[in-house]
Structure formats: structure tokens, C-alpha cells
């Protein structure tokens, strides 16, 4: 028996056999191992402080596009077209045009005037506009631009917002606009994700004692994972200096970090205590555990990563922020499996059973860490499902497209201060200035106006743009337009709006800021030819930009993960149909999440109990974001089970026993992993901003399907469809994979009967054998 008692030293007679370079590497000093990763919290701990203060909330535009344009221009020569602080002056019982009330106005507007890094005030009562006064004049706006980027834009608002909002004599005045909606929306992420982790972690180490029993077995996971949440933290932290960072990744940070951490943790732990269980020493349990788990943890986070790496091809940063933190997070989590996890079993050895808590709810502890029957009812639900195959293929795939019809009808559109609680001031602030400002700021459309200016061509080129369908004014440095004709002559105000050889337009829209019609008109817009160069800005043009490049780059991520994908599949199993199997199937297993998202965010159902703004939409990118992760977590509950189905098959040429081996080995296992990363997904979905609960609970209920239904159902009764064909490639592709391919067994790929292409190979007794474990009929170790 090799001598564990004294692990940083290489004991005497340890024999080499059965012992890879890799465990060796990672277990030759366990206590060294463990320090270092102990190092590496806590410089990442120091390192990743103040991440979030760091982060930006929006990241949605395509920096590229048109309408980006427009914004930056505008800014630079006309910072007040683009306020993004809004005071709300409400007057009471009183209107805005009584004395005492335009006075007090005009102070405020004439102090926030001169505040540092504050431009373009305007007011109602400096202009008289009446986009900047309420409907029933008890409300009216003081505009203005706060400079500087959104961390910059934020620290102004923390200074200057105390001295305005509230009470000022006969009007009180609320903040609001953009800069105050991001601001907000950072600070409730934030503290959401506080409440998430203090959610997740302790309902999560109760459910880890429930699968493993053992207190000390369930505290392994929990580590693993707190070692990635912080490492990536550091990573997202150093990416901030170069780059911007999408305050909702953290999200994904805590969600991956503990689900995957948990998945590859419960994986190699299984496998060692199979192992111990079997009467195996603990160091070459380790081995094995590595030769076999460790190898699908490795091509499990291969594919995630691949899944969350597709979303570098696009150029939002709110998009390409989750693809930092999953790839790191997943680098991280897996590297902690792979070196942190095997170095604590080689310390603890039999003690990883220590503290059964479950002996004080039955007498029998469970042999397998996952029930009193190891895998039994899972063996008889896969004979089920193979002797229906038919039926239940043809229902579960039926099923799962039913669920997914309502995307048909899906309405994009972008996100704005709906995502954050009904009671947010800055929420109330847009929402009043939607229902009571006709074409008020924020849903109206820009035209920048650049080149040779002659007056009489803009004048021309306005009163066109006003004659178009969906067009209620146009207001330019010509005057103001509506349906062609020039209704008001230009002022002090219209003058401002052309300088040093560029002028901007405003385009008011009849109907909502970003509905189908505001967009024609965009359209409609640039098509126009007014003889100079004209941007089209505003938001409706940002969905229409962005909704074109999701489109134009959408086909580039599916292909590198669909190839990816069928890559490293074919690499584990050496087949040609399981890729294909794979992917087709993963994909399936994401038609109830997308068909909940539109049937519960877009309509409205359940809005009462999830509480939640029903806005008629979904955000252009967060079904891109939710397929990429969904994808991804697919794919490792189905790397776990085909590694076990091609070790068996591999073992003994049977395709049906190796189908029910596999779900029998992993189905309690995948189940378990599937509830623990779901409840770490509803923690996630307990936020109070709408993006951010959708994801979590969606990817929650996709993660269920995936392993309740399709992991279950759909794919033992296709494997049963497909039969021994199951295994076939071509001669080329076998003899590829017998020099490169990888397999979770014992064997070196190529020499199990799968990947020489021997379909009648050994064969078992049939599919309802129970294998035995290795070892079997030996006593366990004590």
C-alpha cells in the first residue's frame, strides 16, 4: 500500500505503474499544491477589489456602427442634442409657468450650469420647448450632458445628485436619464449579486451533504468554486485597464464559477470515492480518477469554453465581457479540479468519507454518493426508454418544440430603464417623461448633418424628412417641419444647432421610441440622398445597428461552435453520427428556454409574482448570450455521459448495455449537478433588474430540460434508434482518431472495439448486466 502519511515527500516503493506524469505532477506535494492555490485566492482576492466599481452597465452598440458615430459627433459638437441627465421639476398643485416656480427652475438649471464636468443645460424655461414640459404643465425638464465615460459620468452624478433631488421651495425635483439609469442599474447588480451569493452558497452546501453525505466530500466543490469566483474576478479587474467590462458579468462569474466548479468537483469525486469503495489506495484512486474524469472535466470545459469564446465575434462589450468571464472562469474552475482537487483527496485519502450526515437521517449511508442504489432506477428508466425508443424519441422531441413556438413571435428591442424595480427613481423619472412629455428626449432620432451647409438645402432636406409615414415634427437649424411644411421659424435655439460645417436634425416619432415604425423611419431616414453626408443616431437607430450586426456575425458563432463542437466530440468518441447527435440535441435542449423567454418576459405572464416591468420586448443580445452558456452547460452533462457510454462501449462492444451503463453511472450524477447549478441560476434570478432575472431563470429551466428530458429520454431512445451505426466513421477518420483521439478509459483511443470499427466486438450478457465495479467482491477499506 503506498505510504500517504507523509504525501509531500515521494514514499518509499510507490510504484510507478498506473501512475501518469499528470498525477504525479499534481500530487508529488499535495501540501505545497494547496498553499500555492491558497496564495493565488488571496492575491486574486487583493487584485479583484473594487472590480465592479470598474465595470460599465451598458455595451449593448455596435462601436462601429452608424448611430455610434452619430452619438460620439454630437457630443463632441453639440452636447446639448445628447443630455443624459434629466431633472424632473415637479411643481405641485401649481403649473411651470407661475412665477414662483420659473424662478426657482432657473436657478437650479443657472447652479447646475456651472457644476465641473457638466454641459449643455437647457430648460423648458429658457427655451419654451414643449417636448420639455408635461402635457398638463405640473411637470417640465432641466436638461444637460455629463462628461467623461461612465465611471467618470457616475462620480459626478454621486456628487452633484444629492444637491439637487428633493425639496428646492415650491418644486421637487427627481433625477433621471441615462447616466442616472446606468448608475442605478450598477448598484442594484450589484448589491443583487450579494444577496444571490448569500442565496446560492448555503442552500448549495446543503444539497452537495445530500449528494455526497460526507460534510468533508460536500466542502470540496464549495472551494473549487470560491478559488475560480475570485480568480476571474482578478482576471475581469486587469481587463479593465485595457478594456470595457459589462457590470452583468459578474453575474456569470458567480453563476459558472460555482455550477461548473460543482460539476467537474462532483464528477472526480465520485470517481475517487467509485474508486476507494472498489478497495483502491488512494493515490492510484487519484490516478485513475484523473486517467478517467479528469480527461472529461478537460474536454468538458473545452466545450463550454468554445460555447462562450463564440461571443468574442461580436463587437458589443456587453457581449464580449460575458466570453472574458466565462473563459476565464472556466480555465480557472477546471484548473482547480485538475491540480487544487487531486492534491486535497491524495491529504485526505478514506477521511473524504468523514462526517456522514446523512447517517442521522437512516442507518445506511449510501455506498456511491448519490443513493442508497447505486444508479438502479436509472438502469430501469434506460431499458424503458430503449424498448419505446421510438415513442419517446418522436414525443420528447415534439415536446421540446411545442415549448419553443413562442420565439417565433420574439420582438427585439434594447434595454432601457424598464430593466430596473417599478420604485427606482430613475425608472419613475423616464416612465413620467414616456407618458406625459410628447416627444420628449430619448425616443426621438437624430441626423447628423455633415459637408457643404447651405441653409436652403437643409431647409429642404427637413421638410422632406418631415413628410415621411411615422413622423410628427422635425426640428432643425431652419426652423421646425411637420408633414412637409415649415411650422415655425427659426430661433435663438434653432440657430445652436449648426456649427463649424455640421448641423443636427430632430426627428420626433408619432409612435414609441423603438417600435417597428421608429425603425422604418430610420430606414427611411438613409435613404434619403440631401446632396451632404448625413448619421442617423438616436435609439431606435442603436436597435436597428445593433439587431444588424448580431445578424451579420450571428452565423460566424454558430459555425465556430457547431465545428469546434463536432471536433472535440469526434476527438472523445471517435464516431461520426454523436457529434452530429450532440450538437443537434443540445440544441434542442434550448427551445423551452427560449420559448419561456418570450411567453413570460415579452408577454407579460407572470410579471405579478416575478415582478417585473413588461416592456413587449427582449433584448437584442441576451438570446445570443443565453444560447452560448445554455449551449455550453449542455454540452458538459453530455461529455459526462457519452465518456461513460464510449468506456463501456469500449470495455464490451455492446452498444444497448453501454447506453444504459452510461446513464445508469452518470444520471443521478447529472441530476445532481443540474438542481445544484439551477439553484445557483434562481439565486442569479432573484435580481430585481429584469435582464439579469431572465437570464437566470431561463438558463435555470434550460439546464433542467437538458438533464431531466433530453439527457433522460431523448438521448438513450436515439442512441437506440441509431444502434451499432452509432459508432461507425470512416476508415480515414478512425485510423485519425486512433492517433489523436482521447478516451475516457483505460485504453490508449483506437484500441476498444468503437474506434476500430469492430461492430461485433465483445459483447456483454445484455443491456440489463449490472457491471461490476473494479474490485468487486473485495470489502471496501474502512
Same mark, same amino acid.
Given at each position: 500500500?503506498?505510504?500517504?502519511?507523509?504525501?509531500?515527500?515521494?514514499?518509499?516503493?510507490?510504484?510507478?505503474?498506473?501512475?501518469?506524469?499528470?498525477?504525479?505532477?499534481?500530487?508529488?506535494?499535495?501540501?505545497?499544491?494547496?498553499?500555492?492555490?491558497?496564495?493565488?485566492?488571496?492575491?486574486?482576492?487583493?487584485?479583484?477589489?473594487?472590480?465592479?466599481?470598474?465595470?460599465?452597465?451598458?455595451?449593448?452598440? +455596435?462601436?462601429?456602427?452608424?448611430?455610434?458615430?452619430?452619438?460620439?459627433?454630437?457630443?463632441?459638437?453639440?452636447?446639448?442634442?445628447?443630455?443624459?441627465?434629466?431633472?424632473?421639476?415637479?411643481?405641485?398643485?401649481? @403649473?411651470?409657468?407661475?412665477?414662483?416656480?420659473?424662478?426657482?427652475?432657473?436657478?437650479?438649471?443657472?447652479?447646475? $450650469?456651472?457644476?465641473?464636468?457638466?454641459?449643455?443645460?437647457?430648460?423648458?424655461?429658457?427655451?419654451?420647448?414643449?417636448?420639455?414640459?408635461?402635457?398638463?404643465?405640473?411637470?417640465?425638464? !432641466?436638461?444637460?450632458?455629463?462628461?467623461?465615460?461612465?465611471?467618470?459620468?457616475?462620480?459626478?452624478?454621486?456628487?452633484?445628485?444629492?444637491?439637487?433631488?428633493?425639496?428646492?421651495?415650491?418644486?421637487?425635483?427627481?433625477?433621471?436619464?441615462?447616466?442616472? %439609469?446606468?448608475?442605478?442599474?450598477?448598484?442594484?447588480?450589484?448589491?443583487?449579486?450579494?444577496?444571490?451569493?448569500?442565496?446560492?452558497?448555503?442552500?448549495?452546501?446543503?444539497?452537495?451533504?445530500?449528494?455526497?453525505?460526507?460534510?468533508?466530500?460536500?466542502?470540496?466543490?464549495?472551494?473549487?468554486?470560491?478559488?475560480?469566483?475570485?480568480?476571474?474576478?482578478?482576471?475581469?479587474?486587469?481587463? @479593465?485597464?485595457?478594456?470595457?467590462?459589462?457590470?452583468?458579468?459578474?453575474?456569470?462569474?458567480?453563476?459558472?464559477?460555482?455550477?461548473?466548479? !460543482?460539476?467537474?468537483?462532483?464528477?472526480?469525486?465520485?470517481?475517487?470515492?467509485?474508486?476507494?469503495?472498489?478497495?483502491? +489506495?488512494?493515490?492510484?484512486?487519484?490516478?485513475?480518477?484523473?486517467? @478517467?474524469?479528469?480527461?472529461?472535466?478537460?474536454?468538458?470545459?473545452?466545450?463550454?469554453?468554445?460555447?462562450?469564446?463564440?461571443?468574442?465575434?461580436?463587437?458589443?462589450?456587453?457581449?464580449?465581457?460575458?466570453?472574458?468571464?466565462?473563459?476565464?472562469?472556466?480555465?480557472?474552475?477546471?484548473?482547480?479540479?485538475? !491540480?487544487?482537487?487531486?492534491? $486535497?483527496?491524495?491529504?485526505?485519502?478514506?477521511?473524504?468519507?468523514?462526517?456522514?450526515?446523512?447517517?442521522?437521517?437512516?442507518?445506511?449511508?449510501?455506498?456511491?454518493?448519490?443513493?442508497?442504489?447505486?444508479?438502479?432506477?436509472?438502469?430501469?428508466?434506460?431499458?424503458?426508454?430503449?424498448?419505446?425508443?421510438?415513442?419517446?424519441?418522436?414525443?420528447?422531441?415534439?415536446? =421540446?418544440?411545442?415549448?419553443?413556438?413562442?420565439?417565433?413571435?420574439?420582438?427585439?428591442?434594447?434595454?432601457?430603464?424598464?430593466?430596473?424595480?417599478?420604485?427606482?427613481? $430613475?425608472?419613475?423619472?423616464?416612465?413620467?417623461?414616456?407618458?406625459?412629455?410628447?416627444?420628449?428626449?430619448?425616443?426621438?432620432?437624430?441626423?447628423?448633418?455633415?459637408?457643404?451647409?447651405?441653409?436652403?438645402?437643409?431647409?429642404?432636406?427637413?421638410?422632406?424628412?418631415?413628410?415621411?409615414?411615422?413622423?410628427?415634427?422635425?426640428?432643425?437649424?431652419?426652423?421646425?417641419?411637420?408633414?412637409?411644411?415649415?411650422?415655425?421659424?427659426?430661433?435663438?435655439?434653432?440657430?445652436?444647432?449648426?456649427?463649424?460645417?455640421?448641423?443636427?436634425?430632430?426627428?420626433?416619432?408619432?409612435?414609441?421610441?423603438?417600435?417597428?415604425?421608429?425603425?422604418?423611419?430610420?430606414?427611411?431616414?438613409?435613404?434619403?440622398?440631401?446632396?451632404?453626408?448625413? $448619421?442617423?443616431?438616436?435609439?431606435?437607430?442603436?436597435?436597428?445597428?445593433?439587431?444588424?450586426?448580431?445578424?451579420?456575425?450571428?452565423?460566424?458563432?454558430?459555425?465556430?461552435?457547431?465545428?469546434?463542437?463536432?471536433?472535440?466530440?469526434?476527438?472523445?468518441?471517435?464516431?461520426?453520427? !454523436?457529434?452530429?447527435?450532440? %450538437?443537434?440535441?443540445?440544441?434542442?435542449?434550448?427551445?423551452?428556454?427560449?420559448?419561456?423567454?418570450?411567453?413570460?418576459?415579452?408577454?407579460?405572464? =407572470?410579471?405579478?409574482?416575478?415582478?417585473?416591468?413588461?416592456?413587449?420586448?427582449?433584448?437584442?443580445?441576451?438570446?445570443?448570450?443565453?444560447?452560448? %452558456?445554455?449551449?455550453?452547460?449542455?454540452?458538459?452533462?453530455?461529455?459526462?455521459?457519452?465518456?461513460?457510454?464510449?468506456?463501456?462501449?469500449?470495455?464490451?462492444?455492446?452498444?444497448?448495455?453501454?447506453?444504459?451503463?452510461?446513464?445508469?453511472?452518470?444520471?443521478?450524477?447529472?441530476?445532481?449537478?443540474?438542481?445544484?447549478?439551477?439553484? %445557483?441560476?434562481?439565486?442569479?434570478?432573484?435580481?430585481?433588474?429584469?435582464?439579469?432575472?431572465?437570464?437566470?431563470?431561463?438558463?435555470?429551466?434550460?439546464? =433542467?430540460? +437538458?438533464?431531466?428530458?433530453?439527457?433522460?429520454?431523448?438521448?438513450?431512445?436515439?442512441?437506440?434508434? @441509431?444502434?451499432?451505426?452509432?459508432?461507425?466513421?470512416?476508415?480515414?477518420?478512425?485510423?485519425?482518431?486512433?492517433?489523436?483521439?482521447?478516451?475516457?478509459?483505460?485504453?490508449?483511443?483506437?484500441?476498444?472495439?468503437?474506434?476500430?470499427?469492430?461492430?461485433?466486438?465483445?459483447?456483454?450478457?445484455?443491456?440489463?448486466?449490472?457491471?461490476?465495479?473494479?474490485?468487486?467482491?473485495?470489502?471496501?477499506?474502512?
Amino acid at each position: 500500500m503506498p505510504d500517504v502519511s507523509h504525501p509531500d515527500g515521494p514514499p518509499e516503493g510507490r510504484a510507478a505503474s498506473g501512475i501518469g506524469g499528470w498525477t504525479r505532477a499534481v500530487t508529488a506535494r499535495p501540501r505545497l499544491t494547496l498553499l500555492l492555490a491558497l496564495l493565488f485566492t488571496a492575491l486574486a482576492v487583493a487584485a479583484g477589489r473594487g472590480v465592479a466599481d470598474r465595470m460599465g452597465s451598458g455595451g449593448w452598440e +455596435d462601436p462601429a456602427s452608424q448611430s455610434s458615430y452619430a452619438a460620439e459627433a454630437l457630443e463632441k459638437h453639440f452636447p446639448a442634442s445628447q443630455p443624459n441627465l434629466i431633472l424632473l421639476v415637479d411643481s405641485g398643485r401649481a @403649473t411651470v409657468d407661475e412665477p414662483r416656480v420659473a424662478a426657482e427652475a432657473r436657478a437650479l438649471a443657472e447652479r447646475l $450650469s456651472h457644476e465641473k464636468s457638466v454641459t449643455g443645460v437647457t430648460s423648458y424655461w429658457e427655451t419654451r420647448s414643449p417636448a420639455l414640459r408635461a402635457a398638463d404643465r405640473s411637470e417640465a425638464m !432641466i436638461a444637460a450632458r455629463i462628461q467623461g465615460d461612465e465611471g467618470a459620468a457616475g462620480d459626478v452624478l454621486d456628487r452633484i445628485a444629492p444637491e439637487y433631488r428633493g425639496t428646492h421651495g415650491p418644486v421637487k425635483v427627481s433625477i433621471g436619464g441615462p447616466v442616472a %439609469v446606468r448608475h442605478e442599474l450598477q448598484t442594484t447588480i450589484q448589491e443583487d449579486l450579494l444577496r444571490a451569493e448569500l442565496i446560492a452558497l448555503p442552500v448549495t452546501l446543503v444539497l452537495l451533504v445530500m449528494v455526497f453525505g460526507s460534510a468533508i466530500a460536500a466542502l470540496l466543490p464549495l472551494g473549487v468554486g470560491i478559488v475560480a469566483i475570485l480568480g476571474t474576478n482578478a482576471v475581469l479587474r486587469g481587463l @479593465t485597464e485595457f478594456t470595457d467590462v459589462s457590470v452583468f458579468a459578474q453575474n456569470l462569474t458567480t453563476a459558472l464559477g460555482l455550477g461548473l466548479a !460543482i460539476d467537474y468537483a462532483l464528477f472526480i469525486v465520485r470517481r475517487f470515492r467509485e474508486e476507494l469503495s472498489a478497495g483502491g +489506495d488512494p493515490l492510484p484512486a487519484v490516478a485513475t480518477t484523473l486517467r @478517467t474524469a479528469g480527461r472529461t472535466v478537460l474536454f468538458s470545459a473545452l466545450t463550454v469554453a468554445v460555447s462562450l469564446a463564440a461571443m468574442l465575434v461580436f463587437p458589443q462589450y456587453f457581449l464580449r465581457s460575458f466570453a472574458y468571464a466565462g473563459i476565464a472562469v472556466v480555465v480557472i474552475a477546471a484548473a482547480a479540479a485538475l !491540480i487544487v482537487l487531486p492534491a $486535497s483527496l491524495v491529504l485526505l485519502g478514506d477521511r473524504v468519507n468523514a462526517l456522514d450526515l446523512r447517517r442521522l437521517l437512516r442507518r445506511r449511508a449510501a455506498t456511491d454518493g448519490v443513493g442508497p442504489a447505486p444508479g438502479a432506477g436509472w438502469g430501469r428508466a434506460a431499458r424503458l426508454v430503449m424498448r419505446r425508443a421510438p415513442l419517446f424519441a418522436v414525443a420528447t422531441a415534439a415536446g =421540446l418544440v411545442v415549448l419553443g413556438l413562442p420565439f417565433l413571435r420574439v420582438e427585439f428591442g434594447t434595454a432601457d430603464d424598464r430593466q430596473l424595480p417599478a420604485g427606482a427613481e $430613475s425608472h419613475v423619472v423616464q416612465q413620467h417623461i414616456r407618458e406625459d412629455f410628447p416627444g420628449g428626449p430619448g425616443g426621438a432620432i437624430e441626423i447628423l448633418a455633415e459637408g457643404r451647409l447651405e441653409r436652403p438645402r437643409l431647409a429642404e432636406y427637413s421638410s422632406r424628412v418631415s413628410a415621411l409615414p411615422g413622423v410628427l415634427r422635425v426640428d432643425g437649424p431652419t426652423g421646425s417641419y411637420a408633414a412637409g411644411e415649415r411650422v415655425r421659424e427659426p430661433g435663438p435655439a434653432e440657430a445652436a444647432r449648426a456649427a463649424d460645417g455640421a448641423a443636427y436634425v430632430t426627428v420626433l416619432p408619432k409612435g414609441e421610441a423603438v417600435d417597428a415604425a421608429s425603425q422604418d423611419l430610420v430606414r427611411d431616414i438613409r435613404a434619403e440622398s440631401p446632396g451632404f453626408r448625413t $448619421s442617423v443616431g438616436g435609439t431606435a437607430a442603436v436597435l436597428v445597428d445593433t439587431k444588424e450586426s448580431i445578424a451579420d456575425r450571428l452565423p460566424w458563432a454558430l459555425g465556430i461552435i457547431a465545428v469546434v463542437t463536432l471536433l472535440l466530440v469526434f476527438l472523445l468518441t471517435g464516431s461520426l453520427l !454523436i457529434p452530429v447527435q450532440a %450538437v443537434l440535441l443540445n440544441a434542442l435542449s434550448l427551445t423551452a428556454m427560449f420559448g419561456a423567454v418570450v411567453w413570460v418576459f415579452q408577454d407579460g405572464h =407572470l410579471s405579478g409574482p416575478l415582478d417585473f416591468t413588461v416592456t413587449g420586448e427582449i433584448e437584442t443580445t441576451l438570446p445570443v448570450l443565453m444560447f452560448c %452558456v445554455a449551449f455550453g452547460l449542455s454540452m458538459d452533462y453530455g461529455v459526462f455521459l457519452l465518456s461513460r457510454i464510449k468506456e463501456e462501449y469500449d470495455r464490451t462492444g455492446d452498444h444497448q448495455a453501454a447506453v444504459e451503463f452510461g446513464l445508469r453511472r452518470t444520471g443521478g450524477l447529472i441530476t445532481a449537478a443540474a438542481l445544484i447549478l439551477a439553484v %445557483v441560476m434562481v439565486a442569479i434570478g432573484t435580481s430585481r433588474v429584469t435582464n439579469t432575472k431572465m437570464l437566470g431563470l431561463g438558463i435555470a429551466l434550460a439546464v =433542467l430540460m +437538458d438533464a431531466m428530458v433530453v439527457r433522460s429520454l431523448l438521448v438513450p431512445s436515439v442512441m437506440r434508434l @441509431t444502434g451499432r451505426a452509432t459508432w461507425w466513421a470512416p476508415g480515414p477518420l478512425r485510423r485519425l482518431h486512433a492517433r489523436i483521439g482521447l478516451s475516457e478509459g483505460g485504453e490508449p483511443a483506437g484500441q476498444g472495439p468503437a474506434a476500430t470499427g469492430d461492430m461485433e466486438g465483445p459483447r456483454s450478457s445484455g443491456a440489463g448486466e449490472e457491471r461490476e465495479p473494479v474490485g468487486a467482491g473485495r470489502p471496501p477499506r474502512p
